[in-house]
Every structure is written in C-alpha cells, then in structure tokens.
C-alpha cells in the first residue's frame, strides 16, 4: 500500500498563493493517482485536482480551473498542488489521496489512500 502526507497549508490574504505537497512512501514502485480534494466546516469533501501517475493527464473542478495546478515528480514521490489567486471560499481542510492504476480518478470513492489533511485558510 501507499502512505500519502500533506503539507504546505497555513494561512494567506485573498489573492495569496500556496503550494500545497503529498510526499508518498510505502509501494510506490506501482503506477498510482494521485487526487488533491478539500472539505469545508459544514459541507462535504470535494474534488479539487487529479493527476494520472504519468503527469500527462490532469482534472480540475471547475470551481479552481485556471487557478490551480496540479503536478508531480515521480522521482521524489511527491505530487505538487500550486493555488494562485486565492479566494476566501477556498478555505478548507485539503486532503491528498492516492490510488493505484493509470487512469483518472476523480471520485472520492475511487481513492483507498489518504492523508490526514492540511489546513488552508484564505482571509479576505
């Protein structure tokens, strides 16, 4: 199995960028997707991003399309999610997933692997 951990969340002014990181471990060796999704108080976890494990495919919600990118280094085992333009409405608990296979996942039930989340809070 895979051990994903998040990490770059903190807190930023409207307009502000993070780059939010999901180092992972464990049997890499195998091809795995990786998903970026974010909880907010009071509403249900949702999609953000998804990279498929050659990089050469990716998905955003429509909500952070052309705000968000998603991107990896397979040598690092480390999948990248770049926030630029932020918004308060983006404030959520990010979690990063990861499951194995080659194609794209973008269905939260799609994921067997996840992290225990980061904490980004976008002030206005």
């Known amino acids: 199995q895979v051990q994903v951990i998040e990490s770059g969340g903190g807190l930023v002014q409207a307009g502000g960028s993070l780059r939010l990181s999901c180092a992972a471990s464990?049997?890499?060796?195998?091809?795995?997707?990786v998903g970026w999704f974010r909880q907010a108080p009071g509403k249900e976890r949702e999609f953000v991003a998804t990279i498929t494990y050659s990089g050469g495919s990716t998905y955003y919600a429509d909500s952070v399309q052309g705000r968000f990118t998603i991107s990896r280094d397979n040598a690092k085992n480390t999948v990248y999610l770049q926030m630029n333009s932020l918004k308060p409405e983006d404030t959520a608990v990010y979690y990063c997933?990861?499951?194995?296979?080659?194609?794209?996942?973008?269905?939260?039930?799609?994921?067997?692997?996840w992290g225990q989340g980061t904490q980004v809070t976008v002030s206005s």
């Open positions: 997933a990861a499951t194995y296979g080659s194609s794209v996942y973008m269905s939260l039930r799609a994921y067997d692997y």
């Open positions: 464990g049997r890499t060796s195998m091809a795995y997707g």
